[in-house]
C-alpha cells in the first residue's frame, strides 16, 4: 500500500510539471487557437536563461526573474515576427510554423551552452516522513510555485481589462471585434504572459531534473494532452489535467512497465479527443 | 530520366566543392591511405574531435619515422554525425571517393554495425571502439577485419562485478539506461555475478529524457539491495542520485567512469555523492607508449591525454596498423591482418612506440604495449583493458585500485 | 566515385518515395501527418525481420507495404473523427508509441540492439559488384511507379472525389460519397509507400535500431515537401533533392566555413531546418514549384 501511495506522490509531482507546461499550452490554444509546438523548446530556453542568470547575480530568484521575463519577450516576438503573420490561415500552418521556431530555438539554445547538462544549484535535503510516505519540501515548493502561476493567470485573465478582452477573444474574435477589441494589443499581452508562464514551467522542470538542449521538447506531448483533457482554454483544468496525467502515468507502472508508461499520456489523449473532445472542463467546441 | 540527371548534378556539384578541397587523390605506390570515420557531432561529439586529431597526430608520428613499408600514410577524415546512416554515406565516400585502405576510428556500435559490413565487402581492416557483443562473432565479423581496441560492455559487466564482489556486497540491484550500452553493462554484470553464484535481486531498465525517475528507483529500493550497479549516462544518474538521496536510503553504488565524474559531484554535491564507485577502462597510464600519445594529445589539444580515453585508442590504433605493414612488408590487408596478433601480443620484445618496433623488428619479434591497454588481441579481435575503482571522497574521485579481469 | 554517387542517389530515392507518400496525404487531402516516420519503421522492421528469416523481397517488400498500411488504419479511423491539429498531435503520438514498441518488445525486434545483418537486396540476383546499382534501378522504377500511379488517382473518379474534398467536404458528403472511407484509403497509401521506403531503407543500411526513427525524420520530410511545393509531384522531388544537398553538402561545409567547429554543425543543421521551415511557411507556403491546394 505505501508502495502505491508513493507512486501517487511521485505522479502528482511530475503531473505539477506537466500541469504548468499545459497551462502555457492551453492559454495559447485558447485564445489564439492553435497548438504552440515551440512550447516545449521554450520552456528549455527560460531554464537556460535562469541558470545563466542564476549564475550572474548569485541569486536563483533573480535567475529565475530573468528567465521569466525572457519567456515572455521570446513568447511577444515570435507572435509579431510569425503568428502575427499566419493569423487567417488555417491552424495547421500556424502549427508547423511553431515547430520549426521550436528546433531554431533549441538549435540557438546548443549553440550558446553546449550539450554537456547544467543544473541548478540547490540543498539536497532529507524528506518528511508522513505516515510512513515520504514528503520532499522540494515538491511542496513545485505546487506552492504552481499554484501561484495559476493564481497570477486567474488574475489576468478575470481580474484586469486586459484578460477579460482576451477571454472575449478566445470566445469568439469576430464578436470581439466588432464590439472594438483591437486584437493585436490583447495578443501581446496573451504571449507575455503565455511565455512567462512556459518559462516557469521550464524554470521548474530545470530545477527538478537536469537542464538540456533537450528537457523541454520531450515534455511537449504530455504537455498537449494535458492541456487537451482540461479542456481547451481551461487554465484550471490543464494543471488539473497534468496532475491526473502524471499519476496516471506513474501508478501504471506495476501494470505496463517503465517503457510503456510514456504511451500512457498518448493513450489517454487519444481516449479523450474520441470520447469527449472538450475534455473535463471545456465547452462542448468539438474537436472536429 | 529527370530524377536520375538532377540528382546526378546535384551530387557532382557537392563533390566537385569536395574534391577541390581534399589532398587525397593521390593515386599510386608509396602512400598507405587512412579513413578517419569519426563522430565529430552528435553523441559521441565529445570523443570525435580527439580521436580525429589523435589519428591525425599518429600518422605524421609514422611518416617522422620513415613511413611503414615504405609507406607513407595519409588520413582521410569524415563526420559520421554518431548516427548509422550518416555513417554509412561517410564510409562510403572514403572508400569509394578516396580510395582508402583501412577504417579507423569508428566509435559508436550502431555506427560499426551499419558500416563494417562495407568494410568486410571492400576488404579493408576496420579499427573501432564500440561494445556492441555482435561486432565480436560472424555475421558482422565474419572476416576477422575488425579490431576492437574497447571493452566489450560484457567485460564491463564483469569489471563490475569483480568490484561488487572485492567490495563485500552481497545484494546487488542493477538499474540500466535503455540503449545498448547501458543494457549490454548490466546483462554482463548480471552474468558474471550470477556466474560467482550470486543473485540480482533486481533490475530495471528505464527510459532516457525523462523529468523524474522515483517510481524505477522506488522499485529497486523495495527489493533492499545494499548495492545498485548502474549503466546509466550523467543526466539520468544526477535525477536518479538526487531522488535516492532525498529518500534518506543508504545503499552504496557503482556506476560508470562518463557518469561518475567531476560533472556528477558538482551536479548532485558532494554530499549526495559521497561513496558513489567509479569504475572505468584505464588507458594504460604507466606505458611509455601512454607518455607518447600524452605528448601528441597535449600538442594537438592542449589538455592532459587522460580526458579522452578513446583519443588514446585512435592514437594505438594507427601505431598498430603501421607496425602491422611493417612486419608484413606490404600494403595488402590479408597480409597486414595476419600480422596484428603477432606484433600487439606476447611474446616479443615490448615496444612503446612506432619507431622503436620499426627498429626491433629487424632482430624480431615484438609486443607492441599500448596507450589505451596491452592490446592482446584475443580471437575476436577484442581487448581486455585494466579497470579502475575510484570512490568519490569529500567531493572528490580518489583512485583506489586497479581491477584486472 | 560513382559507387558513393550511387550511394548518395539510393538514399535520395528512399526519402522522395518518403516524401511522396506525405505528399500523397497532406496534399491531396489536407491531413497532418506528424508519424510519418512510423510508418518507415514498420516498414524497415518487417523487411528485416522476414529477409533475416529467409523470405526473398517479392514477399517481404510487398508485407512490408501491407503492414505499414495496416498500422495506418486505426490511426485513419481516428483522423476522421479529429481536427487536423488534433490529428496531428495524435500522429505524433502514434510514430513514438511505434518507437516505443520497438524499443520494448526484445523479442521480436532485439529491442535497443537494433537488427544488424540484414542481407542486400539484389544479392542473389545480380553479382555483388553490380548491387548497388541493381537497387538503385529498383528504386527508381518504385518511385516512377508511385509517381505514375499518383497521377492515375489524381484523375480518376476518385482522385476528383479527394480533391473535392478538400476543397468542401460538406457538398461532398451531401453529394452522398462517404469522405471517411476516402480519406482512410489515401492515409493507407500514403503509409504503404513509407513502408516500401522503409524495406529499402534496412536492406541497404543493413542496420536498424528503434533510434533511427525519431520525430525529427518527419519534420525533415515536411521541410521537404513546404520547400519543395506541396500537391505536386515535382515539389516533392525537388524538395527531397534540397533537403538531401542540405544534409550530405553539409558535411564538406566544413571545409569551406573554417570557423565553425565541427561539434556545433548538428546544431546548425537543426536550426536550418527550423529556420526554413518557418522562412518557407511565411512567405512561401506554395513551395517553390506552387501549390495546387489552396492553403
Known amino acids: 500500500m505505501t508502495g502505491f501511495l508513493e507512486l501517487l506522490v511521485a505522479g502528482l509531482n511530475s503531473g505539477l510539471v506537466v500541469g504548468l507546461a499545459a497551462l502555457a499550452v492551453t492559454l495559447v490554444f485558447g485564445v489564439a487557437r492553435f497548438a504552440n509546438a515551440a512550447t516545449g523548446d521554450a520552456m528549455s530556453l527560460g531554464a537556460y536563461v535562469a541558470f545563466a542568470g542564476a549564475n550572474v547575480t548569485g541569486s536563483l530568484i533573480a535567475g529565475s526573474a530573468i528567465g521569466v521575463a525572457a519567456g515572455a519577450l521570446v513568447g511577444a516576438t515570435s507572435y509579431l515576427l510569425v503568428f502575427r503573420k499566419l493569423v487567417g490561415r488555417s491552424s495547421v500552418t500556424a502549427l508547423l510554423a511553431s515547430i520549426g521556431i521550436g528546433l531554431l530555438i533549441r538549435a540557438a539554445i546548443a549553440l550558446a551552452f553546449g550539450h554537456q547538462q547544467r543544473t541548478f544549484q540547490l540543498p539536497l535535503v532529507r524528506p518528511w516522513r508522513i505516515f510512513d510516505i515520504r514528503i520532499h519540501p522540494n515538491d511542496l515548493n513545485l505546487a506552492v510555485v504552481a499554484v501561484l502561476a495559476l493564481a497570477v493567470t486567474f488574475f489576468v485573465l478575470h481580474g484586469t481589462p486586459v484578460g477579460r478582452r482576451m477571454r472575449a477573444v478566445a470566445d469568439d474574435l469576430s464578436l470581439a471585434r466588432v464590439s472594438g477589441i483591437a486584437p493585436a494589443r490583447v495578443m501581446i499581452a496573451l504571449w507575455l504572459l503565455a511565455g512567462a508562464v512556459t518559462s516557469v514551467a521550464g524554470i521548474m522542470l530545470g530545477i527538478k531534473a537536469v537542464i538540456t538542449p533537450e528537457m523541454g521538447w520531450e515534455m511537449l506531448l504530455p504537455a498537449f494532452a494535458a492541456a487537451i483533457l482540461g479542456g481547451i482554454g481551461h487554465p484550471v483544468g490543464a494543471v488539473v489535467a497534468g496532475i491526473l496525467l502524471g499519476t496516471v502515468q506513474e501508478m501504471s507502472t506495476p501494470f505496463v512497465g517503465f517503457t510503456y508508461k510514456i504511451a500512457i499520456s498518448f493513450l489517454v489523449l487519444l481516449l479523450v479527443l474520441l470520447l469527449r473532445p472538450q475534455g473535463l472542463f471545456g465547452r462542448v467546441e468539438g474537436a472536429r | 530520366m529527370i530524377i536520375t540527371r538532377r540528382q546526378l548534378i546535384a551530387t557532382m556539384a557537392s563533390t566537385a566543392l569536395l574534391s577541390s578541397n581534399r589532398a587525397s587523390f593521390a593515386q599510386g605506390s608509396g602512400i598507405f591511405r587512412i579513413g578517419a570515420a569519426n563522430c565529430i557531432t552528435g553523441a559521441g561529439a565529445a570523443y570525435g574531435t580527439g580521436m580525429q586529431k589523435m589519428l591525425q597526430a599518429g600518422v605524421e608520428a609514422v611518416n617522422a619515422a620513415g613511413g611503414a613499408a615504405g609507406l607513407k600514410f595519409e588520413v582521410s577524415t569524415e563526420d559520421t554525425q554518431t548516427q548509422p546512416q550518416a555513417a554509412v554515406l561517410a564510409v562510403k565516400k572514403l572508400i569509394e571517393v578516396n580510395k582508402v585502405q583501412a577504417l579507423l576510428g569508428i566509435w559508436s556500435s550502431g555506427e560499426s554495425l551499419a558500416t563494417l559490413p562495407l568494410a568486410n565487402d571492400a576488404d579493408l581492416l576496420f579499427m573501432n571502439t564500440s561494445g556492441a557483443p555482435a561486432l565480436s562473432v560472424p555475421p558482422a565479423n565474419a572476416k576477422g577485419l575488425s579490431y576492437r581496441f574497447q571493452a566489450t560492455n560484457d567485460r564491463f559487466g564483469r569489471a563490475f562485478a569483480e568490484i561488487a564482489e572485492k567490495e563485500g556486497f552481497k545484494r546487488p540491484a542493477t538499474m540500466a539506461f535503455n540503449n545498448a550500452s547501458g543494457i549490454g553493462n548490466t546483462e554482463g554484470f548480471r552474468k558474471a555475478w550470477e556466474k560467482k553464484g550470486g543473485k540480482v535481486v533486481e533490475a530495471v531498465v528505464y527510459e532516457p529524457n525523462q523529468s523524474s525517475y522515483r517510481s524505477e528507483l522506488q522499485k529497486v529500493l523495495s527489493a533492499k539491495p545494499d548495492v545498485i550497479v548502474t549503466g546509466s549516462y550523467i543526466a539520468d544518474t544526477t535525477i536518479i542520485l538526487r531522488e535516492w538521496y532525498q529518500t534518506g536510503d543508504t545503499q552504496k553504488w557503482i556506476i560508470p567512469g562518463w557518469a561518475a565524474n567531476s560533472d556528477l559531484i558538482k551536479a548532485v554535491g558532494p554530499e549526495a555523492a559521497e561513496g558513489i564507485i567509479s569504475v572505468e577502462s584505464v588507458s594504460n597510464e604507466g606505458s611509455d607508449a601512454f607518455k607518447a600519445y600524452d605528448a601528441a594529445y597535449q600538442k594537438a589539444i592542449n589538455a592532459p591525454g587522460l580526458g579522452n580515453a578513446y583519443a588514446a585508442m585512435a592514437w594505438d590504433m594507427v601505431i598498430v596498423l603501421a607496425l602491422a605493414i611493417e612486419a608484413a612488408g606490404k600494403a595488402d590487408t590479408a597480409a597486414i591482418n595476419a600480422k596484428i596478433r603477432e606484433i600487439a601480443n606476447p611474446p616479443g620484445k615490448a615496444v612503446a612506440t612506432f619507431s622503436e618496433g620499426k627498429a626491433a623488428l629487424k632482430a624480431g619479434k615484438i609486443n607492441y604495449e599500448g596507450a589505451s591497454s596491452a592490446l592482446d588481441f584475443d580471437e575476436y579481435g577484442d581487448v581486455t583493458p585494466d579497470f579502475s575503482m575510484s570512490a568519490i571522497e569529500k567531493g572528490k574521485l580518489v583512485r583506489k585500485y586497479i581491477v584486472k579481469i | ?295
Not at chain 3, 131 to 140: F, G, K, T, Y
Not at chain 3, 198 to 218: C, D, K, M, N, R
Open chain 3, 1 to 295: 566515385m560513382e559507387a558513393y554517387l550511387i550511394a548518395i542517389a539510393i538514399i535520395t530515392a528512399i526519402y522522395v518515395l518518403l516524401a511522396l507518400g506525405l505528399n500523397l496525404q497532406y496534399g491531396l487531402t489536407g491531413l497532418i501527418n506528424f508519424g510519418h516516420v512510423g510508418f518507415f519503421c514498420v516498414g524497415a522492421y518487417t523487411a528485416a525481420l522476414l529477409s533475416k528469416r529467409g523470405f526473398p523481397p517479392l514477399i517481404t517488400f510487398p508485407v512490408a507495404a501491407l503492414l505499414a498500411a495496416l498500422a495506418a488504419w486505426p490511426l485513419g479511423l481516428v483522423s476522421l473523427r479529429l481536427r487536423e491539429d488534433y490529428f496531428a498531435i495524435v500522429s505524433l503520438g502514434f510514430s513514438e508509441v511505434v518507437r516505443l514498441v520497438a524499443t520494448s518488445e526484445r523479442w521480436l525486434t532485439n529491442g535497443v540492439q537494433g537488427i544488424s545483418g540484414i542481407p542486400k537486396l539484389m544479392d542473389s540476383l545480380v553479382p555483388r559488384a553490380a548491387e548497388p546499382v541493381a537497387v538503385l534501378a529498383l528504386l527508381l522504377a518504385v518511385n516512377l511507379g508511385a509517381i505514375l500511379m499518383m497521377r492515375r488517382i489524381a484523375n480518376s473518379p476518385f482522385g476528383r472525389v479527394i480533391e473535392a474534398i478538400r476543397d468542401n467536404e460538406e457538398a461532398v458528403k451531401s453529394l452522398g460519397k462517404d469522405p471517411a472511407g476516402f480519406k482512410l484509403k489515401v492515409l493507407m497509401l500514403g503509409a504503404a509507400l513509407a513502408g516500401i521506403a522503409g524495406a529499402f531503407y534496412a536492406h541497404y543500411i543493413s542496420f536498424i535500431s528503434p533510434e533511427q526513427f525519431i520525430p525529427l525524420v518527419t519534420f525533415q520530410i515536411w521541410m521537404a515537401i513546404i520547400m519543395g511545393g506541396v500537391g505536386r509531384v515535382s515539389g516533392a522531388l525537388v524538395g527531397t533533392l534540397i533537403l538531401m544537398l542540405f544534409l550530405e553538402g553539409s558535411r564538406f561545409l566544413h571545409d569551406v566555413i573554417p570557423f565553425i567547429p565541427d561539434v556545433e554543425m548538428a546544431s546548425i543543421r537543426l536550426g536550418v531546418v527550423g529556420l526554413a521551415i518557418v522562412l518557407f511557411t511565411l512567405y512561401r507556403p506554395q513551395g517553390l514549384m506552387g501549390d495546387f491546394t489552396r492553403r
